[in-house]
């Protein structure tokens, strides 16, 4: 290139010399050996220079905002070299274009001549602290990261971007005072910032400002996506709320028994009997999680496997519980599995980020796997947030320790070549790697000085960090083995690979393009998989016939492939040809395909339009959804209905009577559907029910069923309906007073209709649904079920029953306010201790057990009551002090608690001959005008 200079030299100083330019004859000058003419054709010549890689600089430019990276390197690299290797803008620039191209390594080189070129050159800084704080930056890159937005800051002052990226750093470091610090002072802040520290404190669980955060969006479409994140928020709220009862449901009672008895046994200091007693619990319910919480707590000691498993299975059911997190890697830490606690306190960190103890015991975790590194990074965040105390002060000295322990980074050799050092290394990591050893196969390369480093190493390293999932650095090292040899065919073909995966399509199959050229026959079969690759467009035959050339490529590598002798993977490929032909077939008949297709098509929407399923089927088929229905039905009957559209009656009422009705519908139409002319819809009871509608829709899909709310649902499709009708009529609702008497009382027929749909059959249709999912209609085939069921229990198997007895069934159905599972949990322990008494006392004989239903009445308060009588013929003594004691051997634990939580009562009595007695259980009815529901 400098030659390249040279030449534009000479051809200035020929320009400048033809008479016919209009300038002075240079030529003539030096010929007579006047001073000064050779210089000035030389000033001359350099001015043209700096003028070409100016231009070549800006070429680039615009290259790089068109979008053709590689162009407007070859141009920043022109522009270099005609500057002498001088330019630090134009290597700046090309470093920024090889980071477009993915290629980190030559960016980084690049950056860092632009920074020896001028150390003050702020973008370079800035640009090279991106390359290091890129998607899976390792904590170590993140670091470097800092330092140098740090410089960039130095030389740029209070530049947004560069202030905004260092929160972003730093958040992701876990520094959570110093990220917010940052955010706070990036200038202007505008609605795109806020909803981004909104993000930022809903991940640092910090939801209350989050909302915050949120709330402050002004523009429309970002408000949109903040309110959604708003309503995320408040649902995962009331989610936690339900969690704990969620867990435990579908526990058995005895379970829930054991693990109460065992926890008292354990702090009276009995940990034998305690541990039998879970053991007991888990035998029948094996992932009961507080459980095996409290089993791995007392075994940790003495039975640390034992433990340890207990502690996993609690995991299994909740993956999030720090605490449990943190035992495992305890136990691992005191076990000498180092690296196993690491991982453990990384989940920890990860789903607890607010934690910043957790990051302290990271950093000790990983002193003792030996990674000096890691330990450092963690240390750096813990002590970037720790208050001051004896920890901050042990941190410190650790910390000092480490920095005293860190190798320093060995002298790059002159001339890099293979070593016998190297070949062993590559040795022993190979036979590590094929043990799955791949932590002391990375220990073993990461060993080597950089510069001793080939590319059989750098490969290893690359396919270490690919199993471990870390593509990135995976990409970052197979770049350094091509830069090393590039003539390795099977090397072009894994980064290919690694960068499809990534997302990076156009560097992918350029790469996989070049190892095919180089001789890889698995390369040709993985272009052909590309050019082959189904569209997702519809129709397909359409597509097929739009890229008929790439189908017919890929046919031609395939039979290239099935060709080759060293093709491994025939069987795939002879498949993919069957079906790459058929394909190229069918193009010939697209005719006949098209109007499949369009048939295919009217049957979709029509599907569509019409199919899908009601809340009534979701709460049917998926009872679980249930408290979660019933919030967001809860919300709409409140949010939407009552506080809202019951000012359509007055409004109706108004008109009707022609009374000045102006001001009730501006009233009106802000309530329901927002101010006139704004696009800021939040608050308006229109744009609640459309939100809440696509929440509903969003539940339906977690089940893997899709609702059809606007068509099929008699609750949410009126109320849609309503909302559509006023919107249709907001423009008269607009200029009321303007209107005419005909407007008038066409207005007040829509708005008629509207109020009908809302406050009477969508109100309606909402009332049910509720009720339907907080009643429980009880009748006879409801007791039968949950007795055949406790009698079958293996525990009775060798008992002989009497047919089932009901009395007062005429008292049936009726409906109490009581969930189901809690219902059957009461009435079953009832069942079950009947039937246990009875069978201990008469051995042999057939278990009478029967029941009677009868309804009281409180004539003070005129409330009725359901009263439940489960009958036996035991002579054995039950009084209502054991039932309100927890007469816990009877397995009446919990049924005093159940029936007390639902407003009920439990009861002994005498019963007539030939039962003995009976247990009462009094529960408040309810009423059931839309039947109530058993499921």
């Known amino acids: 290139m400098r030659r390249l200079a040279c030449l534009v030299v000479l051809l200035a100083a020929t320009a400048h010399a033809d008479p016919d330019a209009g300038l002075p004859d240079a030529g003539a000058d030096a010929g007579e050996g006047r001073p000064g003419s050779s210089e000035r054709v030389r000033e001359l010549g350099f001015e043209l220079v700096r003028r070409a890689a100016r231009k070549s600089n800006a070429e680039g430019r615009a290259l790089l905002e068109a979008g053709d990276p590689a162009g407007a390197l070859a141009a920043f690299k022109l522009a270099y070299e005609l500057s002498d290797q001088r330019d630090a803008e134009a290597a700046n620039n090309a470093g920024y274009a090889w980071h477009k191209l993915n290629d980190r390594e030559r960016a980084r080189e690049w950056y860092e001549r632009a920074l020896a070129l001028d150390p003050r050159r702020g973008l370079a800084w800035q640009n090279l602290a991106e390359l290091y704080s890129g998607p899976g930056a390792p904590a170590e890159d993140l670091e470097k990261a800092a330092a140098y937005l740090g410089k960039a800051r130095e030389f740029l002052g209070n530049k947004r971007v560069v202030v905004r990226l260092q929160a972003r750093v730093a958040a992701r470091q876990g520094r959570f005072s110093e990220a917010m610090r940052q955010y706070l002072a ?19 669980a910090r939801d209350d400002e989050a909302a915050d955060w949120y709330g402050r969006v002004s523009d429309a479409e970002l408000a949109t996506e903040a309110e959604g994140r708003i309503r995320k928020l408040r649902l995962a709220r009331a989610v936690a709320e339900f969690e704990l009862s969620l867990h435990t449901e579908g526990i058995p009672a005895r379970a829930r028994q054991y693990l109460h008895l065992a ?37 940790a000691q003495s039975e640390p496997g034992r433990a340890e498993l207990a502690w996993l299975r609690a995991l299994v059911v909740n993956g999030r519980n720090v605490d449990v997190l943190v035992r495992v890697a305890g136990l691992h830490l005191s076990q000498g599995r180092a690296n196993a606690a690491a991982s453990f306190l990384t989940r920890a ?13 990271l950093a000790r975790a990983w002193h003792a796997a030996g990674n000096v590194r890691r330990a450092l990074a963690h240390l750096e965040t813990y002590l970037a947030e720790a208050p001051e105390g004896v920890e901050a002060r042990e941190a410190r000295a650790l910390k000092a320790e480490l920095e005293q322990a860190a190798p320093q980074a060995p002298a790059e050799p002159d001339a890099p070549s293979a070593s016998p050092a190297e070949a062993q290394a590559v040795h022993r990591a190979t036979r590590f790697i094929g043990e799955g050893r791949l932590n002391e196969a990375l220990a073993e390369l990461v060993a080597l000085p950089e510069g001793t480093r080939g590319a059989a190493v750098y490969n290893l390293l690359a396919f270490a960090m690919r199993r471990l999932g870390r593509t990135e650095e995976a990409i970052g090292f197979y770049h350094a083995s091509l830069a090393e040899d590039r003539d390795q065919p099977a090397t072009l073909l894994a980064v290919g690979q690694l960068l499809l995966e990534t997302g990076e399509a156009a560097a992918g199959r350029a790469l996989l393009e070049e190892a095919e050229l180089a001789g890889s026959v698995e390369a040709m079969l993985a272009l052909a998989r590309l050019d082959a690759t189904p569209p997702d467009a519809f129709p397909a035959l359409a597509q097929d016939a739009l890229h008929l050339r790439r189908l017919t490529r890929a046919r031609d590598r395939l039979d290239a492939y099935l060709d080759a002798t060293d093709a491994a993977y025939r069987s795939d490929a002879a498949t993919l040809l069957r079906e790459v032909r058929s394909r190229v077939r069918a193009v010939w008949w697209v005719g006949g395909a098209l109007g499949a297709g369009l048939v295919l098509l009217v049957l979709v929407v029509a599907r569509r339009r019409w199919g899908g399923a009601d809340l009534g089927e979701l709460i049917t088929r998926f009872p679980e959804t249930g408290p979660e229905v019933q919030g967001v039905l809860s919300a709409i009957r409140h949010e939407v209905l009552k506080h809202n559209t019951m000012v359509l009656t007055g409004l109706v009422e108004a008109i009707a009577d022609e009374e000045e009705a102006g001001a009730k519908a501006a009233w009106a139409r802000q309530s329901l559907l927002g101010p006139p002319g704004s696009r800021d819809r939040r608050d308006a009871a229109g744009q609640r029910l459309k939100d809440y509608a696509a929440e509903l829709v969003r539940i339906g899909r977690g089940q893997g069923l899709r609702l059809n709310l606007r068509r099929r649902d008699a609750a949410i499709s009126a109320l849609l309906k309503g909302f559509r009708l006023l919107e249709r009529a907001a423009p008269a609702l607009d200029r009321y007073d303007r209107l005419g008497r005909g407007g008038r009382r066409r207005l007040q027929r829509t708005l008629e209709h509207a109020t009908r749909l809302l406050n009477v059959e969508g109100y309606e249709a909402v009332r049910a649904l509720l009720d339907r999912l907080r009643l429980l209609r009880v009748d006879a085939g409801v007791l039968e079920t949950i007795y055949t069921r406790t009698r079958r229990e293996p525990a009775f198997g060798g008992a002989a029953f009497a047919p089932f007895s009901l009395e007062g069934a005429e008292h049936l159905p009726c409906a109490v306010a009581m969930p189901r599972r809690a219902f059957e949990d009461v009435v079953g322990n009832l069942v079950r201790n009947a039937i246990q008494t009875s069978v201990r006392q008469a051995p042999g004989q057939p278990v009478h057990i029967g029941f009677a239903v009868d309804t009281d009445v409180d004539f003070i308060t005129g409330l009725e009551w359901l009263a439940l009588r489960i009958r036996d013929r035991s002579p054995h003594e039950l009084t209502v002090e054991m039932l309100r004691g927890r007469y816990i051997e009877e397995g009446l634990g919990l049924t005093a608690d159940l029936v007390s939580r639902y407003d009920g009562a439990l009861d002994v009595v005498e019963d007539a001959a030939p039962w003995t007695k009976a247990v009462v259980v009094r529960l408040p009815r309810v009423d059931d005008e839309d039947g109530g529901d058993d499921a």
Do not use: K, M
């Open 349 to 361: 960190v990860e789903v607890a980020p607010e934690r910043n103890d957790l990051r302290l015991r």
């Open 186 to 204: 990036v200038q202007p802040q505008d609605d795109a910032l806020a909803l981004e520290i909104g993000d930022f404190l809903r991940d640092y």
């Open 263 to 299: 926890g008292s046994l354990a702090r009276l200091g009995d940990r034998s009997e305690a541990v039998r007693l879970l053991d007991e619990a888990l035998a029948l319910a094996p992932l009961y999680s507080e459980a095996n919480v409290l089993l791995g707590d007392l075994l």
